[in-house]
């Protein structure tokens, strides 16, 4: 049984992740047709919500974006999780080994959470990604998480219809179970162009939960040769299970 929510508590929060969600600025009305609200009580959420610093407004008030308040929330999560500190060693090792850009990702609901990114040292255009939230099917970290649960907790978890980003993504429910029985086979994720043009991702989960709940990916040229593509999937899994190791040791759950 579903807990009892409590309105205004709901709205305030579906506000702040349809505005941390958007690239733009959104009105008023823009916000109404997303989020569905009645105009009346939107408004005065949002006047609270300029008030309390957790949304930024023009002089005008004609269009609302995330708050400064939002990134000290978002930072005092990250300051907090005592996972973090390996997993970004773990990161700098390989990013060092392989050379390419490597993320470090949790799973939040039926969508990948990145909490640490280390860019390759040549990357010419650097995307901010930490804090950034991705559909998990599309992404290689999404999928080796996902491969975690069963079948049934997959179904009732996604939405549908699937999102496709690209011409890659897979969009087919079925096709995605199929998908997800191979990893669990091989114990690794790979994507091709599913998330981004040009991108190829592996993937492999970090097991110190169960199910886990945190991977670590390398994202790569998507042009990248199986041959190529294979001394960077080892160098994930040791590094990978390397930290696994470290975590249990440490007592982290």
């Not at 690239?23 to 300029?50: I, K, N, W, Y």
């Not at 973090?84 to 060693?89: I, Y």
């Not at 593509?229 to 994930?236: D, H, K, M, S």
Request: aromatic share 4%; charged share 25%.
């Amino acid at each position: 049984m579903q807990p009892q929510l409590v309105k205004s508590a709901e709205r305030t929060v579906r506000i702040l992740e349809t505005l941390a969600e958007s690239h733009d600025h959104l009105t008023l009305s823009e916000l109404q047709q997303r989020t569905g609200f009645p105009r009346s009580s939107l408004h005065a959420l949002m006047r609270t919500l300029v008030e309390l610093n957790w949304v930024e407004t023009d002089a005008s008030r004609s269009a609302f974006g995330i708050g400064p308040h939002a990134l000290l929330t978002g930072t005092a999560y990250l300051d907090k999780d005592p996972a973090l500190p390996f997993a970004q060693e773990t990161l700098e090792d390989l990013r060092d080994e392989i050379g390419q850009t490597v993320h470090f990702a949790r799973r939040d609901g039926a969508h990948v959470l990145y909490l640490a990114t280390r860019e390759a040292r040549d990357a010419a255009h650097v995307i901010p990604r930490v804090g950034r939230r991705l559909p998990a099917h599309l992404t290689a970290l999404g999928q080796v998480l996902l491969a975690q649960l069963t079948d049934d907790e997959v179904v009732a978890l996604l939405p549908e219809p699937l999102t496709g980003l690209t011409d890659h993504t897979i969009t087919d429910l079925a096709k995605l179970t199929g998908e997800l029985d191979q990893v669990r086979t091989r114990g690794w994720s790979y994507e091709c162009e599913q998330g981004t043009p040009g991108v190829a991702c592996v993937a492999v989960a970090v097991d110190y939960r169960i199910p886990a709940t945190d991977a670590i990916s390398c994202s790569m040229p998507a042009t990248l040769t199986p041959a190529e593509v294979e001394p960077i999937t080892e160098a994930i899994i040791r590094h990978t299970r390397k930290l696994a190791a470290t975590l249990r040791r440490e007592g982290i759950r």
